[in-house]
């Protein structure tokens, strides 16, 4: 009765994962020319941005990643330069506050029905799969349609997410964040950190893997395609929808959350996308 119950929000999630998949790129062919061509479409999709560079691929996927992975790692050293060191601040010290906030953020969520409609929907399968079903639509519509930009993006949006998982990995071992669903009533919330699992691929942590990847792609689609005023709103909006559902279904305290979009969105903006600027 579960399975049936979310079988059909999944199907509907990752229909409309290929839908707003293929719209950005339904947006740029021209209608009613005969002369138009798959090369015109994609040097058309080409000239919407400017994010080229380094090159990217499935061969060269993993060592773009390994390649992210060590200017990642060591950003402390840029730090140490002084460099990008207020939204460093910015974003710890707002981490701080919802963290000190998880004794009283965490219990209106948790001891509610009101959200019980949407959490069916914004499960973390479904979630997850929606995640997933839009770069791959994505890719999948590009190879068919011979449109190497909307390919790339693809791409980039899993090279992005990949990236986050990686260093997601060991944050979740080293913090053993306990989720806010494991608490009854009031509590007391504060006690999360290293009274959890130290299995890295247990639902919850520090920090939220779903709010991270859906930002990620996000970034990379409404960077990407952003000439379309639209695609930021349409992207953005759906992330923010699945950040948010981690905390309706108390998964994750809102800490986990904005950090985990915090993530996301810089390791795609400043990591991924300005190696094709």
Known sequence: ???????????????????????PLAAQQ???????????????????????????SLRQLPGNILADQKDIW???????????????????GITAGFVASDPYSAPPFRNTTSFSGFNRVFSSTNTGAFIAAVPAAMYGIGWIRKDSYAQETALLAGEAFAD??????????????REPISYTGSGPYSDSFLNGT???????????????????????????????????????????????????RSNHFPADVFLGGAMGFVIARYAVLPQRE
């Open 164 to 177: 986050g998982f990686l260093i997601d990995l060991p944050l979740k071992a080293g913090t053993s964040r």
């Open 1 to 23: 009765m579960a399975f049936a119950a979310q079988f059909p929000a999944r199907v509907l999630l990752v229909s409309a994962a290929f839908l707003i998949a293929s719209l």
């Open 74 to 92: 060591l950003f402390p050293t840029n730090l140490a330069r002084g460099k990008h060191i207020w939204p460093t601040i910015a974003v710890v």
């Open 198 to 248: 130290h299995n890295p691929f247990h639902s919850g942590g520090f920090y939220s893997v779903h709010s991270m990847g859906a930002m990620a792609v996000a970034t990379v689609i409404a960077r990407r395609y952003r000439s379309h005023r639209w695609v930021p709103f349409v992207a953005y909006g759906l992330a923010g929808a699945i950040s948010f559902s981690r905390v309706t």
């Open 30 to 56: 021209k209608p009613d020319t005969p002369e138009t061509s798959s090369t015109t479409t994609s040097a058309a999709s080409a000239a919407c941005c400017s994010d080229i560079g380094r090159s990217v």
